[in-house]
């Protein structure tokens, strides 16, 4: 029996967004104490949970000492390697989002674009220097410049506070992680209108030739991913229940089907409802999007509805669960013959 | 590769070797390894993303090389400018970075090319010259069904003059034809809107205009008070005057966003022609006719496929689009790409007219050239098996002739008659294998 090595960030935005996630989504993590690198899911037997510092995990899922992982999708396409074993398990898990971006001198009116920084970077060059750009993400940042255009350029390594350099003078423009760009404003720099390198969020990564191989692997993934698919799509409805007096079930589901526009209601139940003293009252529940939930509720009140609530629901799942039918196409490439 | 994909990856080269060696072509060889300079345009970042680079222990900024052209004209160019054209043939292992989600992501990152260059021909019939070469060589080799496709960028620059546009513009536009092609005309002015080329209110964001405000009071500012009220001490390595320089620069060539939207419409009206030689060229000449522009370019165009004709290559065999485009800034003329029947899908190889090229790599003059290369992996998948002519090897037993001396005076007198024989030192048969 081959547990399912589950790589988490450390710390950080990530270390808590995952963790919220995670308790969302009934799969909250168990760590004796916060300096154990190690931890379980009580929820989930089978998968152990490996804490790790995010710029490693992309590379561990790599080599496949972790089998899957929770990164920001700028570190994994920064640190992955290309026709590797890791694919996108999940492309969007809703929090740590942010973008790297290229800023400038705020002074510098007259670049606004990348084509403006590719012209500057020639007249540095005829000056005799290279434009110097401090940044993380180097590899991105490298090949986002060459693809547009901006060649002679010298990458200047800064382990943090890069929106200082172009004031301190060792860098002329900067490639950072912003989430609203506040602090770049701030500190006299101006993203360039098409200066987006990549924009980012957490996503699930996972080594495709562990799952395709390891049926148990792939079923504790499988319950991972459906899990957090389910409860991210249930934070778009509500369940209403009301009362509203009908002749039978099928009339009272008549009526309340008969707006078009609610047409689209998930899970509609009509039951009697047996107050001893009249039996014509009916309990209404449906699955609604919280976008229709003012209209639905109005249409209950027109229908004579009563005693009208709407609750959270924890998961909300579908005929299938795309992320994973997504994954076993993913995976077909890595299928080894003969296990 | 195995003996039998050598041996007929050799035949190949002799092959064409000896179809450009008798148009006067001679071998030129290049270094492999190169200073990553040569191969960073000045504009353009299609191959320097691609590149294998790296720090030799001296610190220098090496790559290996992606193609020949820019060293080829190199070579030339640090030779005194001779009378006549020079033609050059050369072939070799290119090498470029492909990520998996490039279009060509499927290639080996080590390819060979073998290809020629024309240099110092101005003249159209040098064009017809290349495109008949290209095609020749292919018949050689058996494959009869090579079939060549032209565009021109020196058309579209053409017709892009006369919509007053400024350089950088015209460049941006230019390097979309590929999109605008294929139908990506929205996403295509989104970018141009993001860029600044296309402003309406609608979708004019609070920045642009905020930004555009504070450009223009500081400007203002800068007139009346003069330099570093506006700048504070953060404009870095440059100097206040230098920004403000370039932005009058800028604001002078400022383009009108009704002449882009025109000169983007009727790009994008010739981007999708494309066809037999005959038809594109007139539906090509409507195109810019109903868009009010004359592109005396064109009539370039149809010289070069009239050459290409005089040179042997029937008309069935050229087709025009308008749509091509390599994004590259020192293409200046007719290019071409050459496929196989009607799959479009792989080409065997490639060229074109860039006489910007040597100005480019930084010399201070134009220097007329053309060229073209064969993929040739692909060339060689496209050769039927007849080209192996491996000889088979008569092997010459130690025993059976009774001593090595004389296993090895047989085996020499077998090579002395023009045959492969080579000793065997242990079986007791002389045999024959292969």
Not at chain 1, 10 to 28: H, M, V
Not at chain 1, 32 to 55: E, H, K
Not at chain 2, 247 to 253: A, F, N, T
């Amino acid at each position: 029996m081959s547990n399912l090595r589950f790589a988490l960030p450390s710390s950080g935005a990530l270390y808590d967004g995952t963790s919220k996630l995670l308790d969302e989504c009934g799969l909250s993590v168990r760590r004796a104490n916060s300096r154990r690198y190690t931890a379980d899911i009580p929820s989930l037997p089978g998968v152990d949970v490996l804490f790790q510092r995010q710029s490693d995990i992309t590379i561990e899922i790599d080599g496949g000492s972790a089998d899957i992982g929770v990164v920001g999708l700028d570190r994994y396409y920064e640190s992955r390697l290309e026709r590797g074993d890791t694919v996108l398990l999940h492309d969007g898990l809703g929090f740590g989002d942010s973008k790297l971006v290229i800023a400038v001198p705020d002074p510098w009116l007259d670049v606004t674009s990348m084509a403006d920084l590719a012209d500057i970077a020639l007249e540095f060059r005829a000056k005799g220097r290279d434009l110097r750009i401090a940044c993380k993400y180097e590899r991105l940042v490298k090949r986002f410049l060459n693809e547009n255009g901006v060649n002679y350029v010298s990458m200047v390594h800064v382990s943090g506070g890069l929106e200082a350099a172009p004031v301190m003078g060792y860098a002329d423009v900067i490639a950072d992680i912003t989430a609203t760009g506040t602090t770049l404003r701030e500190n006299g720099l101006r993203i360039l209108v098409d200066g987006t390198v990549i924009e980012s969020q957490s996503v699930i990564v996972a080594n495709g030739r562990a799952l395709a191989n390891d049926q148990e692997k792939l079923t504790q993934a499988r319950q991972i991913i459906e899990k957090i698919e389910a409860s991210q799509r249930a934070k778009k409805y509500q369940r209403v229940t009301g009362d509203i007096q009908g002749e039978s079930e099928d009339e009272v589901a008549r009526q309340v089907t008969h707006r078009p526009e609610l047409s689209r209601l998930d899970g509609l139940t009509v039951s009697a409802v047996h107050t001893g003293k009249q039996n014509n009252w009916f309990t209404v529940q449906v699955l609604v999007r919280k976008s229709d939930l003012p209209d639905v509720v109005s249409h209950f009140r027109d229908l004579g509805g009563i005693g009208i609530a709407a609750n959270d629901v924890q998961y909300v799942y579908r005929e299938r669960c795309e992320t994973y039918d997504r994954l076993v196409e993913n995976l077909k490439p890595f299928k080894e013959s003969g296990e | 590769m195995g003996s039998t994909a050598l041996a007929k990856r050799d035949a190949v080269i002799t092959a064409l070797r000896g179809v450009f060696g008798l148009r006067g072509y001679d071998r030129s060889e290049t270094p492999i390894l190169e200073q990553t300079e040569l191969y960073i345009r000045k504009s353009g970042g299609a191959l320097s993303s691609r590149l294998y680079g790296f720090s030799e222990p001296s610190g220098l900024e090496v790559s290996l090389r992606p193609e020949f052209t820019s060293a080829i004209l190199r070579q030339v160019a640090n030779t005194s400018p001779s009378k006549g054209q020079i033609r050059i043939m050369y072939d070799g292992p290119v090498f470029r970075y492909a990520s998996p989600e490039d279009e060509d992501g499927d290639k080996t990152r080590q390819f060979t090319q073998l290809g020629a260059e024309m240099i110092g021909a101005t003249a159209p019939s040098a064009d017809g010259e290349i495109i008949a070469m290209a095609l020749e060589g292919l018949e050689t080799l058996g494959i009869t069904g090579g079939r060549v496709v032209v565009g021109h960028v020196g058309v579209l620059v053409d017709a892009l003059s006369e919509f007053n546009l400024s350089e950088r513009a015209k460049l941006f536009l230019i390097n979309n034809i590929g999109k605008l092609k294929n139908g990506e005309f929205a996403a295509v002015s989104l970018k141009a809107t993001r860029l600044g080329f296309i402003t309406e209110s609608v979708v004019d964001d609070a920045q642009a205009a905020a930004d555009r405000e504070r450009i223009a009071s500081t400007i203002e500012q800068v007139l009346s008070e003069g330099m570093g009220v506006q700048f504070g001490k953060n404009t870095g390595a440059r100097t206040p005057a230098e920004i403000v320089a370039r932005l009058s620069r800028k604001m002078s060539q400022i383009d009108n966003p009704e002449d882009f939207k025109r000169a983007l419409k009727m790009l994008t009206k010739l981007s999708q022609v494309n066809g037999p030689a005959v038809s594109a060229l007139e539906q090509g000449e409507a195109v810019l006719s109903s868009a009010g522009v004359s592109a005396e370019l064109i009539s370039n165009l149809g010289e070069v496929l009239e050459s290409a004709k005089i040179e042997g290559v029937s008309s069935d065999r050229l087709s025009i689009d308008f749509g091509m485009a390599r994004g590259i800034a020192y293409y200046t003329g007719m290019l071409f790409d050459i496929y196989l029947q009607d799959d479009q899908s792989e080409t065997l190889g490639g060229g074109g007219r860039y006489d910007g090229l040597t100005r480019a790599l930084g010399y201070d003059r134009d220097v007329p050239s053309l060229g073209f290369a064969y993929n040739l992996d692909s060339v060689i998948a496209a050769v039927g098996p007849s080209h192996d002519n491996s000889q088979k090897t008569t092997m010459v037993s130690c025993v059976s002739e009774g001593s090595v001396a004389a296993a090895v005076a047989k085996a020499k007198q077998l090579r002395g008659s023009g045959k492969r024989s080579a000793i065997d030192f242990q079986n007791s048969n002389e045999s024959s294998e292969g």
